[in-house]
């Protein structure tokens, strides 16, 4: 079943889908179901993905460091050749 409807579609992605249509030597039509089905496809398997779950801890700080000395962080994290 095919349902005919109007579509405003942006400058950008108009050009996108002619010369898309022009270089598959398609029908509009067919290029812009093509499309759609993809970008719907490719839109249900991404809301499957778990959500990342980032766990804060306390990392302490480390006695005899002064963090407010950028190169002693520097010296401490990369050595005394960081010059």
């Known amino acids: 079943m095919s349902i005919r409807t109007t579509l405003t579609l942006d400058d950008d992605i108009a050009r996108r889908l002619r010369e898309e249509s022009r270089r598959a030597s398609a029908p509009l039509r067919q290029i812009v179901n093509e499309t759609l089905r993809t970008g719907l496809d490719s839109a249900k398997h991404s809301r499957g993905r778990p959500k990342l779950?980032?766990?804060?801890?306390?990392m302490g700080v480390r006695p005899?460091?002064?963090y407010?000395?950028?190169p002693q962080l520097l010296e401490l994290g990369e050595g005394p050749l960081h010059k």
């Open 53 to 58: 779950a980032i766990k804060p801890r306390k």
């Open 64 to 66: 005899g460091i002064n």
């Open 68 to 70: 407010d000395s950028i």
